[in-house]
DNA sequence: TTAGAGTCTCCCTACAAGTGGAGAGTCAAC
DNA sequence: GTTGACTCTCCACTTGTAGGGAGACTCTAA
């Protein structure tokens, strides 16, 4: 028989130091509407929940897939409204494989260009007084 | 025999115009170094020389390759000094193709963990209380 | 001489995701 | 009861590249 222990509420320092995020973040987070605290303490204090920890965690595996705030907490309302969230983080998720493959390209186009550039960079250009630099001929 | 036509200083509006970048960006620039004026005009108006053109192209062309106006600004730099700077501008162009490619190597690895998490997602996963997305398992 | 266009400085705003600090209030342990 | 740690709000600042606007001043053409 297992005896639930009684809900415990942490202050914004003990979720700090269980999470390992700074405490500014937490409030942070919270004003954001991100990381809903429970209430509030007598004296004002910030009450979260240990339910808090795990939406920490949720929040840092999104940020570390690319996702900002803003889309995290898309993610996230689904959740509060008592849904699987997994589909819209599906499509986030899908959306973000989209910019990443966008910016790619990009950056591989550019690339090109610096190499192709260097390729033919003279290391001693004749100075050219109608450009600044002979190479870029600009 | 060609006569070299006398030289005209430019005021901010019809740099502007002639060079396609809005005035506010040119006080910018103007403010940070990047675009010395030749002097004010007695009423205090900036006054730019047709040089300015010339090294606006210049600025446009790097920014265009991926690099800061702090860049551009260490570019333009042994140039003010009346070196050619193409060998500065050299190092900044390989310094910008390896944070390209660092750059492309974490959006490559990002896009493998996107695609393996996406490649193995349950349309309609099992609800789980302890995790906010059993597809994530946080 | 006057009207209108151009320009000046100065300050605020934006984005994203926080960080830093001041000054005041709260809590828990001794 | 006191002390020291913790927390609160509020404000400013960061990076990079500008954009918007107010209110004052200047220049040019008719």
Redesign the interface.
């Known amino acids: 028989m297992v005896i639930a222990s009684p809900p415990h509420s942490l202050k914004i320092g003990e979720l700090a130091a269980r999470s390992g995020l700074p405490v500014k973040t937490l409030r942070y987070y919270e004003e954001l509407g991100l990381l809903p605290a429970v209430g509030r303490s007598p004296g004002g204090y910030r009450l979260f929940s240990e339910e808090s920890l795990?939406?920490l965690?949720?929040i840092?595996?999104?940020k570390a897939?690319?996702l900002t705030l803003e889309e995290i907490q898309e993610?996230?309302a689904p959740?509060d409204a008592g849904l699987?969230?997994?589909?819209d983080?599906?499509l986030q998720?899908?959306r973000?494989?989209e910019r990443?493959?966008e910016?790619?390209e990009e950056?591989?186009l550019?690339?090109i260009?610096?190499?192709a550039?260097?390729g033919s960079?003279?290391?001693d250009?004749l100075?050219d007084d109608?450009?600044?630099?002979?190479?870029?001929q600009?």
Chains 1, 2 share one sequence.
Request: proline share 6%.
């Open positions: 795990r939406r965690a949720f840092r595996r999104l897939l690319g993610c996230l959740h699987l969230p997994c589909h983080i599906q998720l899908c973000q494989i990443i493959d910016r790619i950056l591989g550019l690339r260009e610096l190499q550039l260097l960079w003279q290391s250009p100075k109608a450009v600044i630099c002979p190479n870029l600009v």
